[in-house]
Nanobody, 127 residues
Framework: QVLLEESGGGLVQAGGSLRLSCSASGRTFSMNAMVWFRQAPGKEREFVAA????????YYTDSVKGRFTISRDNAKNTVYLQMNSLKPDDTAVYYC????????????????????WGQGTQVTVSS
């Protein structure tokens, strides 16, 4: 089992940037695809981005394409989410999870598929 801890959230003005980190424990980190989800108040948890085990393939939900970048450093057991040009609609608690496999189909990324979550990190974007 992979244990996860997110960090890097905060309050930022619209148009600003934040970089989230997700530190993972467990020797199998480098074998897992990793994903970021987010959950806004009163809304369901939604998929944001995914990265395969090597970092060579990434996939994003349409609303963040061109603004967010997911990356990973397997030597540090860490996955990142660089968020640029932030909008108020990006306000949410952001979570990372280890994925059983990588997919480039949005249908694969339902929150019910993932069993291990970190505590999340709050991102608030003011207008």
């Amino acid at each position: 089992q992979v244990l996860l801890e997110e960090s890097g959230g905060g309050l930022v003005q619209a148009g600003g940037s934040l970089r989230l980190s997700c530190s993972a424990s467990g020797r199998t980190f480098s074998m897992n695809a990793m994903v970021w989800f987010r959950q806004a108040p009163g809304k369901e948890r939604e998929f944001v981005a995914a990265i395969n085990w090597s970092g060579g393939s990434t996939y994003y939900t349409d609303s963040v394409k061109g603004r967010f970048t997911i990356s990973r450093d397997n030597a540090k057991n860490t996955v990142y989410l660089q968020m640029n040009s932030l909008k108020p609609d990006d306000t949410a608690v952001y979570y990372c999870a280890a994925a059983p496999s990588y997919s480039s189909s949005i249908a694969y990324y339902t929150s019910e598929r993932f069993k291990s979550w970190g505590q999340g990190t709050q991102v608030t974007v003011s207008s």
